[in-house]
């Protein structure tokens, strides 16, 4: 039965190549394929050259599955297909039959067969399960194409396998890595947007400690410096022993919280990492010298002497923050004055080493009081730290001073540390590195940026522009303080261009761009901002007068803005005359050493 | 208000700063004018301008009340918050007043010595 139908479908076939009289290739007509078929038999030598050549493992089968020749060994042995071999059995199938048995109707290799053979298909090229009776135990990949030829008047089949199974274990494995992948990629997504979301609420914190810092500054200080202020002037007046003792109580206390509360902002910002330092070039014997003479007053009427020395080697000028080094050294300086209560105290500064660029330099401060245990000497620079509550009591402090000495000797890439004997004194140093100053190099920084004002003279410190008075244009939209800070000015010996627009501010700088000193400028007014007349004036080229913001706000954002518009500095309002004064001057006496934005 | 303190800081003898604060409600009433009409008119961003002017000058002159009041108009008008803006334009009002008649106390009972005229204050460098 089963012969009879492979019969009809070969005499299909058959007629129809014959017909077209094609002795080789395949034909598809209305959808079907037909074979132009031709006795293999006299090529069956060049057919198993050429079989026996490739290395995927070949047969070539009639459609009753029996193997016209192979290219493999049947397992039973021997590499040719005889007669008697059937297919399934070089493919390890059982029933290793004619593919006739009704198992074998499921067969993929079966059913592609007799697909080439009813001409429905060029070919077929697929993977399958093996074997496809029973369980299956390997992967296999299957090419069966009809040949144009025949035997016997069968037509002939080409089957090719391949075993997969290694490939198909390691695409496997392939894909549950990926898979691992994929959920790695995504566990990792999600840590990332965790970590965003955390470092958003960590910003907002941030702004919002920020904040809350620019409040507590102003809050807390403005009535606290009403009650100094008060107790000043009722101290002034006429009042009793007892009350004056009580006043003095209110005014040292309060004294005493205005700087816990200076100390917890510094300490607050560095923290924070908001603390900035300033880079500006300065000079140490003036600095030192000035400092000792704030501090001396604090020593009332002990018998200490307070001296100061700075080598001959260290630089006549250095580039680093005056203001915050003042800070430590009054700090150090403050508590030796406390701390001592007779003999000296003394501020040595030395030159530890000197590179191209910079030098670090040694704040040595020596006292002749009271002394720190050895082993106490390491936590004194912890924060709220003091040697006990009663020397606190005794000697007053918030306990953050040297902390933030510490820190701020970091940021300067330096070191605080102590030595001292109880009994003999102590000393305490400071190490900081700074930039040397060169006019040569300051020079060529402004070089290309200028607006041809000549770099500092001699020292870096020209004063002839204080002597002679500066010429400062003042951009003010408010009308009082406008005239308050030009009459400030003008009392300060100055000449002031004041007005009230960007626009104007513009005009002026264009027309006098040769005479002028100095700018002050107001960041918000309205239509062209502070900000922006900077901006449009650097724009300008006009890079060597300095530029001073006055603003309401006082926190870094605000500096920062104002800084990378192009200022060179900023001043806090409400406008005071020591603090405008005293800003003028300090940028006056850069002369044309004028940077913004580093 | 602590005149002594704050002429101090400032730089100001005690009769130019009475001038200065003369000078300063001069200009606060035309502002608290001119913010009364912006509010009827809803020009908020005219209001902000004015009390922002008005803040200016109390900071610097260390007017706590007027420089509170006029904090709150800016923020409110930036906002574009109206409400409660009329209560607060009348409690400037009256603090305005209330600094007047301060001054004109103070005035009465020093005696002004004039450092710097009026004419200077209000001199050509106005617009």
Redesign the interface.
């Known amino acids: 039965m089963g012969e009879g139908k492979r019969l009809e479908h070969l005499e299909i076939a058959r007629p129809l190549g014959d017909e077209r009289g094609r002795t080789s290739g395949l034909e598809a007509s209305h959808g079907a394929l037909h074979l132009a078929g031709r006795d293999i038999e006299p090529h069956m030598e060049l057919v198993k050259a050429l079989l026996g050549s490739i290395d995927l493992e070949t047969s070539l089968v009639d459609p009753n599955m029996r193997v016209i020749w192979a290219n493999c060994f049947r397992p039973s042995g021997g590499r040719e297909g005889g007669s008697a071999s059937y297919l399934c059995e070089l493919l390890e199938c059982s029933p290793k039959g004619d593919g006739m048995g009704s198992p074998c109707s499921l067969c993929p290799v079966v059913t592609a067969i007799r697909e080439a053979v009813e001409g429905g298909t060029q070919g077929k090229k697929f993977e399958a399960p093996w074997p496809p009776i029973g369980v299956p135990y390997r992967e296999m990949r299957f090419s069966i194409r009809p040949i144009p030829f025949e035997k016997n008047g069968k037509p002939l089949i080409s089957v090719s396998w391949q075993d997969i199974t290694r490939e198909k274990i390691s695409e496997q494995r392939l894909q549950e890595a990926n898979r691992e992948l994929e959920d790695a990629n995504k566990q990792l997504a999600s840590a990332l947007e965790k970590a965003n979301l955390l470092a958003f609420q960590a910003e907002a914190a941030n702004i919002a400690k920020s904040v809350f810092l620019a409040r507590m500054s102003h809050e807390i200080r403005t009535p606290l410096n009403a009650v100094i202020g008060y107790c000043e002037l009722l101290m002034e007046g006429k009042v009793d022993e007892e009350d004056r003792t009580h006043l003095k109580a209110i005014y040292t206390s309060a004294q005493a919280l205005l700087s816990l509360i200076e100390d917890i902002l510094d300490f607050s910002r560095i923290e924070a990492g908001e603390m900035r330092l300033d880079s500006v070039p300065f000079d140490p014997r003036a600095l030192v010298k000035e400092t000792c003479e704030m501090v001396r007053p604090r020593i009332h009427d002990k018998p200490i002497r307070l001296s100061y020395k700075v080598d001959h080697t260290v630089p006549k000028m250095l580039v680093g923050d005056p203001g915050r080094t003042r800070q430590v050294l009054l700090n150090l300086l403050g508590n030796a004055c406390k701390f001592t209560d007779q003999g000296y105290i003394e501020l040595r500064v030395s030159l530890k080493s000197q590179e191209d660029e910079t030098a670090r330099i040694i704040f040595r401060v020596r006292d002749s009081g009271i002394g720190i245990p050895s082993k106490r000497l390491s936590e004194i620079f912890e924060p709220f730290r003091q040697l006990d509550d009663s020397f606190k009591r005794a000697h007053g402090g918030t306990g953050l001073g040297l902390a933030i000495c510490r820190q701020l000797a970091h940021l300067m890439d330096g070191k605080v540390w102590a030595k001292s004997k109880v009994g003999k004194g102590s000393t305490f140093f400071f190490e900081a590195r700074y930039g040397l100053y060169s006019r040569e190099r300051e020079a060529t920084r402004d070089s290309g940026q200028g607006d041809g004002s000549s770099g500092p003279t001699a020292e870096g410190v020209p004063s002839q522009n204080v002597e002679r008075g500066l010429e400062i244009l003042l951009v003010e939209d408010n009308h009082l303080n406008g005239r308050l800070a030009s009459l400030m000015l003008e009392r300060g010996g100055h000449r002031v261009i004041w007005v009230q627009d960007g626009w104007q501010a513009l005009k002026v700088v264009t027309d006098r761009r040769e005479q002028l000193d100095l700018v002050l400028m107001d960041v918000e007014m309205p239509g062209m901002d502070g900000l922006e007349v900077t901006r449009r004036i650097r724009a300008m080229g006009l890079n060597g007068i300095p530029i001073i913001a006055m603003t309401a706000h006082a926190m870094k954002e605000d500096r920062e803005r104002c800084l990378s518009a192009g200022m060179n500095d900023y001043l806090s309002k409400p406008i005071r005359k020591d603090l405008l004064l005293e800003k003028v001057h300090r940028w006056s006496r850069r002369g044309g050493d004028v940077r913004y934005g580093n | 208000m602590?005149i002594?303190?704050i002429c101090d800081?400032?730089?100001?003898e005690k009769e130019e700063f009475v001038e200065?604060a003369r000078?300063?409600l001069d200009?606060a009433f035309k502002d608290l004018a001119s913010m009364e009409d912006a509010l009827a008119k809803g020009d908020m961003r005219s209001l902000a301008?004015r009390a922002?002017?008005i803040k200016?000058?109390a900071?610097?002159?260390?007017m706590?009340e007027i420089f509170i009041l006029a904090r709150s108009l800016e923020l409110k008008a930036k906002r574009g918050e109206g409400e409660g803006i009329a209560e607060e334009l009348e409690a400037l009002r009256k603090e305005l007043i209330r600094l007047e008649n301060g001054i004109g106390e103070y005035g009465h009972e020093k005696g002004l010595k004039l450092g710097?005229s009026k004419r200077e204050?209000r001199g050509g460098?106005?617009?």
């Open positions: 602590e002594e303190e800081a400032l730089g100001l200065f000078l300063f200009v301008e922002h002017s200016g000058a900071s610097t002159l260390d706590e710097v204050l460098k106005e617009k």
